[in-house]
């Protein structure tokens, strides 16, 4: 543990005397992790339990298929049945 404490205050030491490199270390890392965490912020977002916290409900955005009727067309306007 002696030498884990050792490290950290060299470390620190070192970074102290650069503020340059420090600034720009920190900085990579936060846009790093930034853009990793980001994917897993929208997954976490749109996820049922929050959207009903967020006053959406659940059929929001869902469309009605029926599996009777398919279209044809370049609009889809011509209905075969």
Known sequence: ????WNDIKHSLH???KNP??????VAALALGIGA???PLR???LSAPAVRK???ETADEGLIEVDP???TIGINGNQKVR
């Open 1 to 4: 543990m002696g030498n884990l």
């Open 14 to 16: 070192l970074l102290t």
């Open 42 to 44: 929208k997954t976490f």
């Open 68 to 70: 009777g009727v398919s």
């Open 36 to 38: 990793a965490e980001e």
């Open 20 to 25: 340059g490199f420090t600034f720009a270390a």
């Open 53 to 55: 916290v967020l006053g």
